[in-house]
């Protein structure tokens, strides 16, 4: 594969030649001093050591976010779990109702450091997951699109980002370094096979979301749901493209669960799972339904069991949402689980 050339057209789509462009970002010179290169060397070490005095919030949380990921590849399993910590420490509110960890350590230690290496912080506390397109690759640079904020920028590869190639999309985050920005090695990539059906998934679950804000904000405080679509598409994509094949009445009882569930206490992933959990009955049992309602009944208790926490409703009170008898949500649930 070729190498970008100098005065070739920059990679990120400017339209300038390539040494006009970010040729001069990725040449510039390295604005810190030893100690502050030092001080960014150990900055997530640091971190991490300073998330230790929070294990007591923090375990409960991360364990049950990745509860979810027990069933993929170990490898797959691992990566998932490192981005959803990174994500926790760096955007998830725990400390004192909106901090995070990062911004909780920027506050209480930042003023160790120099006035530089202060105002770098700064960009490290407006991180946050991003969807990327890769859309020019060669041997030693390449160019990502960053879906939400609809910007380019070019990069040198790193080992991390070695095998990235024209057409990859990524989940991750981009670090803010001494020289730039670097594609981090907690990166998760999006099989090509399963791109087109998590962006729709995507948008369908912020369409059921009652949080008003940008895409980016939404994706950034809804990541961990998002992480946990994504691995319910590795694990069950096939099973779920099954339900274009679904009968009408099949869909309809879908249909009627989607609108009838709380989107307030349940997350769309579970939504999923039930989905999953229809599709493979109706395949094997091939039922036959007088009224969608008794089986979205039965569905939404599924849900509710499958849940920790309080979120879940009775067989008498989803029978009540329903218009249906609990001896029928009983029935049917006995039958779906």
Known sequence: MATLKRNDPCLCGSGKKYKKCCLVKLQAKPRFDEKDQLAFNELLPRVFDYSKKFDQQLQPVYERYVQSLERLPKADAQAFSQLIFHWMLFN???????????????????????????????????????????????????????????????????????????????????????TGHSLGNDAIGIPQKLEQSFLTHLNEMKSLSETKTNEQEWFTSHFHEAL???????????????????????????????????????????????????????????????????FSAALEYWIGKQTEGSGGLSQKTVSEKYSVSPGTVSSKYKSIR
């Open 92 to 178: 998830y509110p725990m400390v004192d109702g909106n901090e995070t960890i990062l911004s909780d350590y920027v506050k209480k230690q930042g003023s160790s450091y120099s006035e530089k290496f202060q105002q770098f912080l700064q960009e490290w506390l407006a991180l946050e997951p991003k969807l990327f397109h890769v859309t020019s690759s060669d041997d030693k640079n390449m160019a990502i699109y960053d879906v939400f904020q609809e910007t380019s920028l070019t990069l040198e590869k790193t080992p991390a980002s070695a095998n990235l190639t024209e057409g990859d999309r990524l989940i991750g985050y981009l670090y803010p370094t001494p």
């Open 228 to 294: 946990d679509v994504l691995s319910l598409l590795t694990i069950s994509g096939k099973e779920l493209q099954a339900e274009e094949r679904l009968n009408d009445s099949s869909k309809q009882v879908l249909n009627l669960l989607k609108e009838k569930l709380d989107w307030s206490v349940f997350t769309f992933d579970r939504f999923l799972k039930a989905k999953v959990t229809w599709i493979a009955y109706t395949k094997e049992h091939s039922p036959r339904i007088q009224k969608p309602e008794a």
